[in-house]
């Protein structure tokens, strides 16, 4: 309690762990959702060391940090980390996250992550996963399709935003050569 009786509380800290690689307009979706919950969060960029990830790990960093510039506004904070080689729940410790928030497309993405929250309630138990159903019109994007929509030519404005689009189209020409 402070001196004039008004009870406080330490902020709620959230991480929104993935790859990211690239961002799509569903990973938006989520984090414009997860800000109306918690009062600061983390975006985790994870290594991703065994999906061989197109986009560096600074350069995925570099690319939430420009979308996030933009979601901030008017909510929760938002902050950008890369982490290695460390358990999901002990960089959520690190950062003094209570809840990891998740998105959910699938019930293939309801049974992995089913896994994980019982592996991490059993590493930590006093993290919270909070689950966030992906919105419809966003439920058939992933990543990885998206990735392999652009490698073949396709168009991917309708899954990410026009500037990772534009850094998608631009890296997949330099690996195609198209």
């Known amino acids: ?10 902020p709620l800290i959230g991480l929104y762990p993935g790859t990211f690689d690239p961002v799509t307009l569903g990973h938006l979706d989520i984090v414009k959702r997860a800000v109306k919950l918690v009062d600061h969060l983390v975006i985790g960029v994870a290594t991703g060391s065994g999906k061989s990830p197109l986009f560096s790990l600074d350069e995925r960093v570099a690319m939430w940090r420009h979308e996030a510039a933009l979601l901030a506004r008017g909510g929760a904070t938002i902050e950008v980390q890369s982490y290695s080689d460390t358990l999901q729940v002990d960089f959520a410790k690190e950062l003094g996250a209570s809840v ?24 930590n138990p006093d993290i919270e996963a909070v689950f966030l159903m992906a919105d419809p019109r966003h439920q058939a994007i992933a990543s990885r399709l998206v990735k392999e929509i652009a490698m073949l030519g396709g168009e991917v404005k309708a899954f990410t935003s026009p500037y990772v689009a534009e850094l998608l189209i631009r890296r997949c020409k330099e690996r195609t050569g198209k």
Not at 1 to 10: D, H, L, S, V, Y
Not at 100 to 123: K, P, T
């Open 1 to 10: 309690m402070t001196q004039t009786g008004e009870i406080t509380r330490k």
């Open 100 to 123: 990891i928030v998740r998105g959910l497309r699938a019930f293939s993405d309801f049974e992995y992550e089913f896994q994980m929250v019982a592996m991490n309630r059993h590493l």
